[in-house]
């Protein structure tokens, strides 16, 4: 099931990223180097979600209690989607978290820490099948992108699926999407 997600993740961010649109937004962003894109991008996202013809319910910063034993200082989190593929058993949600920076090792170790706080739901209210975190940065070449993935995920004992890395070019930009 993990891989069936990731691939179907990584299918929709490719959609997503290869849109002309976004593409073109995304190489304004990166010439007028302005920062603070992550809400849009998550509006975007979820406009893309909505029409898509595979994804049959979503939604976004979904409240969830964190196990008190755990998180001392935190009672609810928010992830910022859950979504139902189409045919997917009802109340079944591929959770992804979003992630965005111009480095791609701060990206990655955002995404890292978003994984770790997954962990801390309560147990009586997961209904998350999979956990996927989508990463927006710096083009960075696939072989480098894996070792920095697999460092943070060591550093914050994170344990990862199995062959589930992938990153992508964003056309026509420096940019690119690293799903984990």
């Known amino acids: 099931m993990a891989k069936r997600d990731f691939e179907f993740i990584v299918e929709l961010a490719t959609e997503f990223f290869t849109q002309e649109h976004i593409v073109q937004r995304m190489a304004l962003i990166q010439s007028k180097e302005i920062s603070g894109w992550e809400i849009w991008l998550q509006v975007e996202f979820a406009m893309f979600l909505e029409e898509h013809i595979d994804v049959d319910e979503w939604i976004r910063e979904f409240q969830y209690s964190m196990d008190m034993r755990s998180s001392k200082n935190q009672k609810y989190m928010a992830i910022d989607f859950l979504v139902r593929k ?12 979003i992630k965005q920076n111009k480095s ?77």
Request: aromatic residues 8%; contains cysteine; glycine residues 6%.
């Open 104 to 180: 791609a090792a701060s990206c990655i170790n955002g995404m890292m820490k978003d994984a770790c706080k997954i962990g801390l739901v309560k147990g009586s209210e997961d209904d998350i099948r999979t956990m996927w975190s989508l990463g927006i940065h710096q083009f960075l070449p696939q072989e480098e992108l894996e070792n920095l993935v697999n460092r943070y995920a060591d550093e914050y004992e994170v344990q990862l699926a199995p062959n589930c890395i992938n990153t992508k070019a964003i056309e026509n930009t420096n940019f690119s999407f690293t799903v984990f």
């Open 86 to 97: 189409r045919r997917a058993r009802l109340g079944q949600y591929i959770a992804i978290e």
